[in-house]
T-cell receptor, first 110, second 115 residues
């Protein structure tokens, strides 16, 4: 089955700096790669996603890149703000079979 | 985006009792819903996949007789934790698929504490 690895497990940046979180997946058939932000005590919220026919997608300060050959994808957050502090999960999916990374706890210091 | 609700958001119960958690898709029909469990500082662990009108598919190691799942309609799935014990205390999250694009929307989660 699919195996998703996520790095780093924790990330601390200064406000205004960029943050990058990386994930790798094992099943080349995976074709949907969402990123979720989870704040304390809440359910995960989809923040951006990318499909296997696209290499990069951007939404304001958030971007995701996908390298299908290497089977890795990354989340980039620019101009980080304290409210970006949360746990971020990547996932890889084939149809409705979705597997999650272990999560990255991002802390943005003001 | 699509909205998924969960009820209750928080429940405390005594050991040996049963607890029911509801998951609703508010503005779309969800043919498939998922139930996850999350321990502190850990990732989401898929417990079962729930399809409307059919039996749920449980992940390996998840007891189907302990975690009863019912998906009676296209907008409602319920998870019942039977004979709850303290080790069942956890954060339970449901999600639902919108349409045929395999995009999942998550509920806000239910914090279960078993005394």
């Amino acid at each position: 089955g699919e195996n998703v690895e996520q790095h780093p497990s924790t990330l601390s940046v200064q406000e205004g700096d960029s943050a990058v979180i990386k994930c790798t997946y094992s099943d080349s058939a995976s074709n949907y790669f969402p990123w979720y932000k989870q704040e304390l005590g809440k359910g995960p919220q989809l923040i951006i996603d990318i499909r296997s026919n696209v290499g990069e997608k951007k939404d304001q300060r958030i971007a995701v890149t996908l390298n299908k050959t290497a089977k890795h994808f990354s989340l980039h957050i620019t101009e980080t703000q304290p409210e970006d502090s949360a746990v971020y999960f990547c996932a890889a999916s084939i149809k409705d079979d979705m597997r999650f990374g272990a999560g990255t706890r991002l802390t943005v210091k003001p | 985006g699509a909205v998924v609700s969960q009820h209750p958001s928080r429940v405390i119960c005594k050991s040996g009792t049963s607890v029911k958690i509801e998951c609703r898709s508010l503005d779309f029909q969800a043919t498939t819903m998922f139930w996850y469990r999350q321990f502190p500082k850990q990732s989401l662990m898929l417990m079962a996949t729930s399809n409307e009108g059919s039996k749920a598919t449980y992940e390996q190691g998840v007891e189907k007789d302990k975690f009863l799942i019912n998906h009676a309609s296209l907008t409602l799935s319920t998870l019942t934790v039977t004979s709850a014990h303290p080790e069942d205390s956890s954060f339970y999250i449901c999600s639902a698929i919108s349409g045929a694009i395999n995009e999942q929307f998550f509920g806000p989660g239910t914090r279960l504490t078993v005394l």
